[in-house]
């Protein structure tokens, strides 16, 4: 079966704390790996696409990179406006489908 | 990037009635649209894939009698919630690929209440 899962659930930092989200993956055919954000009440907004391991990705205070088996999104010097979840998907080979982490709920204190 | 539009973005009915959800690709046409729910604090579920021209593709366990997607235009899709009961309140989000499905464009979502 295919699964996305991330970890933690919750994370709270301080202002300027850097830390990693996890997104692990099991799936039949990878085509890519994407990275969203999600303010509450709101539509998740793309942030990166990785396709193959060793791929990286930056934005801003966000490096996203891939290995075979998961993906991990580095915030550097993080700042409360950044505080939202973030949610990983995975787009499978064989259907187009896009399959969902269940998030991380990132706090930054300020 | 895109811009994906979702009508309207709250709404509130009775137990029994119907409510209609528009999602809008506004600068890109697509022949494909994805409709998701999403309870609090949990992550999204794919409910149905709406198909410009043909018949939506809906996914284990949703009813297709239910949750009615029709897409009637490249820039058009909707998903009406018929007989709605309480527990189909929820958030629902609408997406649109972009090119190649390297890019997936999420609509805004839309807060269904239902009495």
């Known amino acids: 079966e295919d699964q996305v899962t991330q970890s933690p659930e919750a994370l709270r930092l301080q202002e300027g704390e850097s830390s990693s989200l996890n997104c692990s993956y099991t799936?039949?055919?990878?085509?890519?790996l994407f990275w969203y954000r999600q303010d509450p009440g709101k539509g998740p907004e793309f942030l990166f696409t990785l396709y193959s391991a060793g791929e990286e990705k930056e934005k801003e205070r966000l490096k996203a990179t891939l290995t075979k088996k998961e993906s991990f999104l580095h915030i550097t010097a993080p700042k409360p406006e950044d505080s939202a979840t973030y949610l990983c998907a995975v787009l499978l080979n064989r259907d187009d489908k896009i399959i969902f982490g269940k998030g991380t709920r990132l706090h930054i204190l300020p | 990037g895109a811009v994906v539009s979702q009508h309207p973005s709250r709404v509130i009915c009775k137990s029994g009635t119907s409510v209609k959800i528009e999602c809008r690709s506004l600068?890109?046409?697509?022949?494909?649209m994805f409709w998701y729910r999403q309870f609090p604090k949990q992550s999204l579920m794919l409910m149905a894939t709406s198909n410009e021209g043909s018949k939506a593709t809906y996914e284990q366990g949703v009813e297709k009698d239910k949750f009615l997607i029709n897409h009637a235009s490249l820039t058009l899709s909707t998903l009406t919630v018929t007989s709605a009961h309480p527990e189909d309140s929820s958030f629902y989000i609408c997406s649109a690929p972009g090119l190649a499905y390297n890019e997936q464009f999420f609509g805004p979502g839309t807060r269904l209440t239902v009495l």
């Open positions: 799936v039949s055919g990878l085509r890519g």
């Open positions: 600068d890109f046409q697509a022949t494909t």
